[in-house]
């Protein structure tokens, strides 16, 4: 009994790590700042539409564990950092008359350690201007000490469409004498014209299934057109292989506002000389 005692203890002291070895976090200050903060910009695409979009950005408090008292952050517009860093290169800032902020202050609760900061933005007055900047900055957060990286930042407002998101595909890919299912997720996204535009009404996707993605290289630029809801399909011609393999429309082609599902009927001539025939419904999830 006595050697299995003086072995358990031997273990317990052979467990310990040195001082030296140990950090101790516990008296690490917690700090505020922005998710998404610092010299970068961060894109911020408004959904064109006549009513204002509430866009939203977090806050956070970096700390080894969640406080145990709640924590008021306050924000406003950072002209000094935009125009020491941005205004020379060309950007402008976003007027004040494009947005409409109802309290400029986040509180994060008890327990938590982060809150989210509401700003309705309107998209009728964006219009087609490449894009606005969004300055802002942490002035008070309770009395914590406020990060000097990411204490402010920069979020360039632009107009985006209201296409955009996780879509399912379910549909088909027929080649001569074999059919493949198409069972996937794809994520519609804006798609980039000449001189850095994102037209209102045009989503970028993975056209088919893998063979047509990857193989051929194919990605698919989607059309709507907001009068008839009818879609022109065509392959993008920056997304995917150098050399780019033409889409056809076959049939209808067509988007369902209500429902937010688009119906794709479309072709292509592949490697050997065939034609493959594609159909795709591709229905919106929430994320």
Not at 34 to 50: C, D, E, K, P, R
Request: hydrophobic fraction near 40%.
């Amino acid at each position: 009994m006595r050697r299995i005692l003086l072995a358990t203890a031997l273990l317990a002291v052979s467990c310990l790590k040195p001082a030296k070895y140990y950090t101790d976090f516990s008296d690490i200050s917690a700090i505020a700042q922005f998710s998404l903060g610092g010299n970068s910009i961060t894109n911020a695409w408004i959904t064109v539409q006549s009513t204002p979009t509430d866009y939203t950005l977090m806050v956070n408090v970096a700390a080894p564990n969640p406080l145990g008292k709640a924590v008021t952050f306050t924000l406003a517009i950072d002209t000094a950092d935009f125009n020491a860093q941005l205004a020379a290169n060309g950007y402008s800032l976003l007027p004040d008359s494009d947005y409409i902020v109802s309290t400029w202050q986040v509180t994060i609760p008890a327990g938590k350690d982060s809150g989210t900061f509401h700003i309705q933005i309107n998209s009728t007055k964006l219009g087609s201007n490449l894009g606005f900047i969004l300055p802002l900055h942490i002035t008070d957060a309770s009395g914590l000490p406020i990060s000097s990286n990411f204490g402010y930042g920069f979020w360039l407002v632009q107009n985006g469409n209201a296409y955009t998101g996780l879509y399912h595909s379910m549909g088909y890919r027929k080649e001569v004498g074999k059919t493949f299912v198409i069972d996937q997720d794809k994520y519609l996204y804006y798609a980039d014209t000449t001189g850095g535009l994102y037209p209102s009404n045009t989503v970028i996707a993975q056209a088919g299934d893998d063979v047509t993605y990857i193989d051929y290289g194919i990605g698919m630029d989607l059309t709507v057109d907001p009068a008839t809801n009818l879609v022109t399909l065509t392959s993008d011609p920056h997304q995917g292989a150098s050399g780019k393999i033409p889409l056809n429309n076959m049939g209808v082609c067509k988007y369902d506002p209500v429902t937010r599902v688009f119906t794709l009927n479309y072709s292509y001539v592949n490697a050997y000389g065939n034609t493959d025939t594609l159909q795709e419904i591709l229905t919106w999830k929430p994320l």
